[in-house]
């Protein structure tokens, strides 16, 4: 290796290189120049050619240098063109370490977003295209390790880490078509997601490990022992910054790990366990003080793995919208009157639109609303088969509340944390029902709702309440064909079709 370019302690650091990718380190443009003139020699050793168009060079504003240098250099005789940001190995690099974070936290969410409309076409957008398990994972494999590339060599400080943190769950909520407003325990909680900031601590920390399993001569290995022993935290350093999230998750001392470094799995399991269970009981914390989150059971969440209900492949299209329906109920997203009365402070009425007899709750809409029986009452029948075949007698025993509660997230009929294959596969066909009631009673709900916006223009609201609910006969509606098809498509008898 050269004498000349940087180094850092005794470490000299002058060159990094990967493939094709060459770049050069020097505080002296003297040195500088001198690398470069090397490069050029071992280039025509090797018999081949530096390509002076894509050779850039970029100053850096250090914390001993705060003003640009004017030399300028040159390869094969050509000026090198001065830059303001360079990309090496698909990351940037700025004149600042602030601004470097700013350039590729910006360009890692214009690729994530990019790659978002590019699956578009093949059906990757929420209601009317592919099913929840299949959305979450192409999320999970194909947009999030773009937008997370090489974050954890730079880890971004707070601002940047909360613009990719609304990246992340503003698609997240639009894919699966629910309101902004939708707590992000809950679709991280469904998703199997964790948020953006935990990410990146994870890949630093396994990035650690696997500088530590270097050999004792490697560079990055002697400046990890130089920087660990000389620093103070209050140093910028990378390895301070590790150091701090060995502290924060009560990991031990990075020194240990680089004394003894763990197989590179095994250390991998350690910190997914250890940050895991911490997220874990957060949110579990968190989530007790959410009234919107008390249908969603909180017992089945894991880390990085989808909710047990959404692990099924929806069976048709038609089913994939009911999936997403259902995910409002599981987060507490879906407005009834009685929500609408206590937002507007009790200036709305919230009695139920449908039979008008009491206050439209979920339990009400859910089990008791007279209006939507003669949908409900045969799929309840169905749901009541499904659970007797595998829990006999327990759904006689639940109060309303319980059963509510069970439909919405069937989970709860098992007390435990951990289902075998053959439970999942019996929580899913009870599911498939529960994913039918509740498409059946909204979209019910909504033509009455409509045909009652038409009358309402013509007759009293008592004549309709009194039309409309006389003798159960939701069922009996006539159903007018609207021009635009948003309901008709809908099968007023709570559809079984696939
Ligand atoms: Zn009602």
């Known amino acids: 290796m050269a004498e000349e370019g940087c180094v850092i302690g005794d470490v000299r650091c002058n060159t990094s290189a ?3 990718d060459v770049t050069l380190n020097s505080k002296k443009p003297g040195e500088t120049s001198v690398l470069i003139s090397m490069a050029e020699t071992f280039a025509s050793y090797e018999r081949y050619i530096l390509q002076p168009k894509k050779t850039e060079a970029l100053k850096v504003v250090t914390s001993s240098r705060k003003e640009i240098v004017e030399e300028d250099f040159e390869i094969y005789g050509n000026k090198i063109t001065n830059a303001d940001i360079c990309t090496h190995l698909g990351l940037k690099r700025s004149h600042t370490i602030s601004s470097t974070a700013e350039q590729n936290v910006d360009n890692n969410i214009q690729k994530a977003r990019r790659t978002v409309y590019s699956f578009m ?11 929840v398990p299949s959305i979450l994972h192409i999320l999970k494999m194909h947009i999030i390790p773009i937008l997370l590339y090489g974050l954890e060599i730079i ?17 997240l909520k639009q894919l699966l078509v629910l309101p902004s407003s939708t707590p992000d325990i809950a679709i991280y909680s469904i998703s199997g997601l964790l948020p953006v900031k935990i990410q990146i601590h994870k890949r630093a920390l396994i990035m650690y490990n696997n500088v530590c399993l270097q050999s004792e001569s490697a560079v990055e290995r002697r400046i990890a022992v130089r920087q660990l022993t000389i620093k103070s935290n209050k140093s910028a350093s990378w390895f301070v910054d590790i150091r701090k999230l060995f502290w924060l998750y009560e990991l031990g001392d990075p020194e240990d790990l680089l004394e003894s470094p763990t197989e590179k799995e095994h250390w991998k399991r350690t910190v997914n366990r250890t940050i895991d269970n911490i997220w874990l009981q957060q949110t579990i914390a968190e989530s007790k003080t959410m009234k919107t989150l008390q249908n969603l059971n909180m017992n089945m969440v894991k880390p990085r793995k989808p909710h047990p209900l959404l692990q099924q492949q929806a069976v048709s299209t038609y089913d994939a919208n009911r999936q997403l329906l259902k995910l409002k109920f599981m987060c507490g997203k879906y407005i009834l009157q009685s929500d609408r009365a206590s937002f507007s402070k009790n200036k709305v009425d919230d009695t139920c639109r449908v039979c008008y007899k009491s206050p439209e709750t979920l339990q009400h809409m859910v089990l008791e609303c007279s209006g939507l029986s003669a949908v409900r009452d045969p799929i309840i029948r169905d749901i009541e088969s499904e659970i007797e075949k595998s829990f006999p007698c327990l759904w006689q025993s639940y109060t309303q509340d319980q059963k509510v509660t069970a439909l919405i997230d069937c989970t709860v009929l098992y007390k435990k944390h951990k289902l075998s294959k053959v439970e999942c596969q019996r929580l899913h066909k009870i599911d498939f029902q529960c994913r039918r009631l509740f498409f059946t009673l909204h979209t019910k709900r909504f033509k009455i709702f409509e045909l009652s916006k038409g009358a309402a223009s013509a007759r009293p609201l008592n004549t309709i309440s009194k039309s409309v609910c006389s003798g159960n006969s939701a069922g009996n509606l006539l159903i007018t064909k609207k021009p635009d098809g948003c309901y008709n498509s809908v099968d007023p008898l709570g559809s079984s079709r696939l």
């Open 155 to 171: 880890l971004p400080k707070k601002t940047q880490i909360d613009k990719l943190e609304i990246f992340q769950k503003r698609i």
């Open 121 to 131: 076409s093949s059906g990757f957008y929420g209601a009317g295209g592919l099913d």
């Open 18 to 20: 990967c493939a094709d």
